[in-house]
């Protein structure tokens, strides 16, 4: 049975995930919106490799015709009361010009497990939640989402270029950015949109290192990470595979 976010004990189903002996989470519907503002019924992806196609056939939808994107969110709420099985997990930043649930498509409750903060990266509490997402929820596929224009980006690439400082906690914060922009500082491009895909890059790599949980269930074959990268002007997911899946 799906499990509910206000449900966080780990049950025998939740245990045996958690220790590799499988993922039997049951995955719900989703509605999309097709033309005509008429919500269609698809059938939810069941693997890495579905969950993927998926995203990327939604942001395609966006991109044509993203007022159309509209799902069916009176039955959606409904449905999604009893309980989450969501089919992908999206790391995103939290820039407030960008909605997972809309660019890749219209998605409704119950779809998307996403975690948000700047710069879309991966501390121990974001590790966690996507541990909870993949291992015990049955998400397939983790997305790294960055995006063009980002504010965090930009401050780690002005610490490398202007040595900048910031104050209170967004020095720390986007710490973790400054290696990215170290790297690809005398790279031919963009600096920022360089730093923006090989920071995601990094950050997806990062968590196969950094969680036993999501190794195993990546080498079992039944989780797939990638980086992605969102273009504000157009509305398109470039999609980047990475050796983490």
Request: glycine residues 10%; hydrophobic residues 45%.
């Amino acid at each position: 049975m799906p499990k509910s976010c206000s449900d966080l004990h780990f049950d025998r189903r939740g245990i045996l995930a958690l220790a590799g002996v499988g993922l039997p989470a049951a995955l719900a519907g989703m509605s999309v919106a097709a033309p005509m503002a008429e919500a269609a019924e698809i059938e939810a992806p069941g693997t890495p490799e579905e969950s993927l196609a998926a995203l990327k056939k939604g942001n395609a939808r966006y991109v044509a015709a993203p007022e159309l994107t509209i799902p069916k969110l009176t039955e959606r709420r409904a449905e999604a009361t009893a309980g989450q099985a969501p089919w992908a997990t999206v790391v995103s930043c939290a820039d407030s010009r960008i909605a997972p649930e809309l660019i890749f498509g219209g998605l409704g409750p119950g779809d998307l497990f996403v975690a948000r903060n700047a710069g879309n990266l991966v501390d121990t509490g974001t590790i966690g939640t996507v541990e909870y997402g993949a291992a015990v929820l049955g998400s397939p596929l983790i997305v790294i989402l960055g995006h063009g224009r980002c504010g965090a980006v930009q401050a780690a690439c002005d610490v490398v270029t202007k040595n900048a400082t910031f104050p209170g906690s967004i020095g720390p914060m986007i710490d973790p950015i400054v290696p990215a922009a170290l790297a690809v500082r005398d790279k031919s491009g963009d600096f920022l949109a360089n730093t923006t895909r090989e920071s995601a890059l990094r950050t997806a790599r990062r968590l196969t290192t950094s969680s036993s949980i999501l190794s195993d269930l990546l080498a079992k074959g039944k989780l797939k990470i990638v980086a992605a990268e969102y273009e504000l002007g157009t509305g398109r997911v470039d999609f980047f595979e990475t050796d983490a899946g």
